[in-house]
């Protein structure tokens, strides 16, 4: 009797232990555009608590900087040339291993709220999912036309974040409390075209916010960046509207490039609140520490860093993305330094849900990292980007990324030489990447080592000089891109 006594408990205990996954992923989150991450400006107390009640990277990247390829990445732990979703425009193969997709199958309740963005305009529910509420592209953030779940297509009056939450919660709470969940909440903000909540549009309005320094320090890098100061993605261009003359390099325009970076900041506000409002029912339903916590933004963004806005290319701010994770069971106030990856996410979460793990992954888990330490993680990894006809202002991109090194190349696609220089710098030393040192012949060799290395990671994910397909680089060219995509 006692046995059976124990053996129940044992069983109670292991089925109570499954935990649910709560997976906030914002769009386009630079990490220095929250509190924990050291915004002196953006005040994220919700967020932080997040951060110190749990795990916060300090260095996590993304394998590609651009919304589709690295969403997909986050779900299935493998890059893009493999999972194949390699531009904004390519749905999520339905027959391809994702890490919701199998919760699912271990039995847990699964749910997306909010931007997908795999498969520009397709808002249908996708397989793995019991609950799939999305739209078209990009959304807006006010009145947004909502597909609820394949039953129903309406326009949902009021701002994207907090309608966003809503659903979210109205799912939550249908829950049973015997069955693990694992639901998405896609935010849009921050992403473009910038448009806070009206309570928050002249939060930062005090805030000088000038272009960065290394705006005007381009004589060491390739041409192609000062090509693309007067486009889409240059700091005299449109500025995703919030220039209405453009390109306009006078330096008074730099007020245009302020109110863009404050209405960027003022949709990270509402997040917070969003924040706040899953982790109160979370408390109140005692899930909170049964429930693993994910904050992460899916690519970087550059804010006027070497005269660029958006991503795609392999400099900091487009790689660098927030990730915060709130689960006891990793610790508290942990800052892991290491370099984790976008593809870690589907290994790390299946391993922490004890669900079976994917049959083929780029990534690693972090779990034991996090816990314990783990000797043997990473210290390389490699990023890739491939040019886009639709925006053309950033060439093909290859890239290794060291703890201290990194080395980016643009091939041309055909195979032939590179035609633009290429770029290295020494991150300890340099971390806001100043100094192009691929011209000193006192680092030639260290060059060397590196391209090798570089070879030796592609190769890893089935990468050589043949199979590495892309498109050919037409260069950077000055029109807009197709109104419908931007
Ligand atoms: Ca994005």
Not at 23 to 48: E, M, Q, W
Not at 236 to 258: C, I, M, N, S, T
Not at 373 to 381: I, K, L, N, Q, V
Not at 426 to 433: F, I, K, M, T, V
Request: net charge negative; proline share 7%.
């Amino acid at each position: 009797m006692r046995t059976l006594f124990f053996l129940l408990t044992a069983l109670t205990l292991h089925a109570a232990s499954k935990p649910n996954v709560l997976f906030i992923l914002c769009d386009d989150l630079r990490p220095d555009a929250l509190g924990c991450y050291g915004s002196k400006h953006v005040k994220t107390p919700n967020i932080d608590r997040l951060a110190s009640e749990g795990v916060r990277f300090a260095n996590t990247f993304c394998t590609t900087s651009l919304c589709s390829p690295s969403r997909a990445s986050i779900l299935s732990g493998l890059y893009a040339h493999t999972h194949g979703v390699t531009n904004n425009f390519t749905e999520y193969p339905d027959s391809m291993p994702s890490f919701p997709g199998l919760l699912h199958e271990a039995g847990y309740a699964t749910a997306y709220f909010g931007k997908y963005h795999m498969g520009e305009n397709n808002d249908d529910p996708r397989p793995g999912f019991d609950m799939f509420i999305t739209h078209k592209g990009q959304g807006s953030y006010f009145d947004t036309e909502w597909n609820l779940n394949g039953k129903e297509r309406k326009v949902i009056k009021g701002y994207y974040t907090t309608v966003v939450t809503d659903l979210a919660l109205d799912w939550l709470k249908q829950q049973s409390t015997e069955k693990p969940w694992c639901a998405f909440i896609g935010q849009k903000a921050p992403h473009s075209f910038y448009t806070p909540e009206e309570k928050y549009a002249h939060a930062f309005d005090d805030v000088r916010v000038p272009y960065p320094a290394t705006a005007f320090q381009l004589d060491d890098k390739p041409a192609w960046l000062k090509q693309r100061l007067h486009t889409w993605h240059g700091i005299y261009g449109p500025l995703f509207e919030w220039r209405k003359k453009f390109p306009d390099d006078r330096p008074e325009a730099v007020k245009d490039f302020e109110n863009m970076v404050h209405g960027y900041w003022g949709t990270v506000l509402s997040v917070d609140d969003s924040v706040a409002r899953v982790r109160a029912w979370l408390e109140e339903t005692k899930q909170l520490d049964n429930t693993i916590i994910v904050f992460m933004g899916d690519n970087g963004l550059l804010e006027g860093e070497h005269g660029m806005v958006d991503k795609r290319t392999a400099h900091e701010p487009s790689l660098r993305i927030p990730l915060v994770v709130r689960y006891p069971a990793l610790g508290a106030g942990k800052v892991i330094e290491q370099q984790a990856l976008t593809v870690d996410m589907a290994p790390s979460l299946l391993e922490l849900c004890a669900a079976p793990a994917l049959p083929k992954s780029h990534g690693k888990s972090w779990a034991k990292l996090v816990q314990s330490g783990d000797p043997a993680w990473r210290t390389s990894w490699f990023y890739h980007y491939n040019y886009e006809k639709q925006f053309p202002y950033t060439p093909n991109v290859r890239a290794l990324r060291t703890d201290r090194w990194k080395y980016i190349h643009y091939p041309h696609g055909d195979g032939s030489a590179d035609k633009h220089l290429s770029e290295l710098y020494d991150l300890q030393a340099d971390p806001g990447e100043t100094k192009n040192l691929i011209a000193d012949p006192q680092l030639a060799s260290t060059i060397t080592e590196l391209k090798a290395e570089l070879a030796k990671l592609m190769l890893a994910t089935g990468l050589d000089a043949q199979t590495d397909k892309m498109p050919l680089d037409e260069g950077v060219k000055s029109e807009l891109p197709d109104a419908k995509i931007r």
